[in-house]
C-alpha cells in the first residue's frame, strides 16, 4: 500500500528518495468495512482521505431519502473542506465496499511540508486537480440526462456498474430504480 | 482595493503585509467591462480569472438556448478546466455581468513564483479549498433542494446573486422557467 501512495505522488512530482522516505512512513493508513461512515453531513470534520483499495460513495439525505452524486475509487481524494472558515460536510461519505484508505489532515500535513516545502507544491496541484475534477463531475451532472449519466458512469467506470447496488445507481443518475432497467435494456438493445 | 486584497491576503496566509504588497506588484492585474466574453466555447483557454470585484456568469449555448451554469463573484476563480488540464476546448461561455477587476494567472507560468514566494503556493493552495468548500456547498445545496428550497438558499447564502444577475439568467441557473421564478419569489414576498 505504501509503494502504492509513493508512487502516485511521483506521478504527479519525481521524487528525492528523502521525499519518497518520508511519505512512505508518515502516511496513516486505515482500513474500513463496508458500511462505514467516514463524514457525516453537517459533521465538522478535518480529514482528507485517499482511496487505495474500495469504493467510497457520496450522498445527501433528501426527506429521509439517499441521494448520490458522487462515487470515488481507486487513486481518487475525498476532501471534506473546512480547514478554513470551519464549514460543516456537506455530504454523507460512506464505504460501499471495504476500503483502506489513507487520511490526512491540515495540521499533521503542514508539519511535513515546513521540512519538506516540494511537497507543498505537490499537495497543492493535488488540490487543485481534484477540484477542477469535481467541478467538472458538476457541470456534467447538471447538463446530462439520465442516460448519458448513466452512459458516462459505464465509460469511465466501468466496474462501478457491477459494485453498487441498483437502487443507488438509480439515485445517482436521477430515476427509479424500474426506469434504470428500462434504460439499460435500451442501451443493450443499440448496435 | 488592492489594500482589501493584502488584508485578506493576511488574513489567509502567513505572508506578510510588505510580502504581499511585493506579490501584488508581479501580479497581473486586468479590467474588464461588462458584456466582456472572457473565454468562447469552442476555445483552448489557457489562463484563469481570480475575481478581485466583479461577477462572471458561465453558460452553455445549444439551439439557441442559453443555459446558466454558473456564477463567479469575489475570490471565486474562472477557468476553463478542460482547457487548462488536458488543453481542450471550453464547453462553456464566461461572460461579465458586471466591470471585472481580476488577476490573470498563467498556470504554466506559477512555477517561477512559487519558487519565489514558498508561502504564495501555500495562500494558492487555501484559495483552491475555499472555493472548493463553497463549490461543495453549492451544489449540495442544488442536489437536495426543490426549487423553492434552491432560491431560498440563494436567498440565504449569496443574497447578492439576487441582486446582481438578470432574473430569466436566475431561472436558467436554478433549472425553472422565469415565470415559475416569478411564483416562487411572490409566494416567498407574501410569507
Not at chain 1, 453498487?164 to 443518475?173: D, E, G, N, R
Request: glycine share 4%.
Amino acid at each position: 500500500m505504501r509503494e502504492k501512495i509513493v508512487k502516485y505522488f511521483s506521478k504527479i512530482t519525481p521524487l528525492s528518495a528523502e521525499e519518497a522516505t518520508v511519505i512512505k512512513h508518515s502516511a496513516v493508513i486505515k482500513n474500513y468495512a463496508k458500511g462505514a461512515v467516514l463524514v457525516q453531513e453537517g459533521q465538522f470534520s478535518k480529514e482528507t482521505f485517499f482511496v487505495l483499495q474500495g469504493l467510497v460513495r457520496q450522498y445527501n439525505l433528501v426527506d429521509g431519502e439517499e441521494k448520490t452524486t458522487a462515487f470515488f475509487t481507486e487513486e481518487q481524494w475525498v476532501i471534506a473542506l473546512n480547514n478554513l472558515g470551519d464549514k460543516p460536510s456537506a455530504y454523507y461519505w460512506v464505504c460501499e465496499e471495504d476500503s483502506v484508505l489513507m487520511l490526512g489532515n491540515d495540521d499533521s500535513a503542514q508539519k511535513i511540508f515546513s521540512q519538506f516545502p516540494r511537497l507543498e507544491s505537490i499537495a497543492r496541484k493535488i488540490v487543485e486537480n481534484t477540484f477542477a475534477e469535481y467541478q467538472q463531475t458538476i457541470l456534467n451532472y447538471l447538463a446530462d440526462s439520465p442516460e448519458q449519466r448513466y452512459v458516462r458512469l459505464l465509460k469511465s467506470h466501468p466496474d462501478l456498474i457491477q459494485r453498487i447496488p441498483q437502487y443507488q445507481l438509480a439515485s445517482y443518475i436521477g430515476v427509479k430504480p424500474e426506469s434504470l432497467s428500462r434504460i439499460r435494456k435500451r442501451l443493450m438493445k443499440k448496435p | 482595493m488592492r489594500q482589501k486584497l493584502i488584508n485578506y491576503f493576511a488574513e489567509i496566509s502567513s505572508l506578510s503585509h510588505d510580502e504581499l504588497a511585493e506579490v501584488m506588484e508581479q501580479l497581473d492585474f486586468k479590467s474588464f467591462e461588462k458584456g466582456a466574453v472572457l473565454i468562447h466555447e469552442g476555445q483552448v483557454h489557457n489562463k484563469c480569472y481570480y475575481i478581485i470585484e466583479g461577477l462572471v456568469r458561465q453558460y452553455s449555448l445549444e439551439d439557441g438556448v442559453e443555459k446558466s451554469v454558473g456564477f463567479f463573484a469575489e475570490y471565486q476563480t474562472v477557468m476553463s478546466i478542460p482547457s487548462i488540464t488536458e488543453q481542450k476546448p471550453s464547453k462553456y461561455y464566461f461572460v461579465c455581468l458586471e466591470p471585472v477587476t481580476c488577476i490573470v494567472g498563467d498556470p504554466t507560468e506559477e512555477q517561477e513564483m512559487y519558487a519565489k514566494y514558498p508561502k504564495l503556493e501555500t495562500l494558492t493552495r487555501s484559495m483552491i479549498e475555499q472555493d472548493f468548500g463553497q463549490t461543495q456547498e453549492d451544489f449540495a445545496n442544488f442536489v437536495t433542494s426543490s426549487p423553492e428550497k434552491r432560491y431560498l438558499n440563494l436567498l440565504q447564502n449569496r443574497p447578492d446573486l439576487l441582486q446582481r444577475v438578470p432574473q430569466h439568467q436566475l431561472a436558467s441557473y436554478l433549472g425553472i422557467t422565469p415565470e415559475s421564478l416569478s411564483r416562487i419569489r411572490k409566494r416567498i414576498a407574501k410569507k
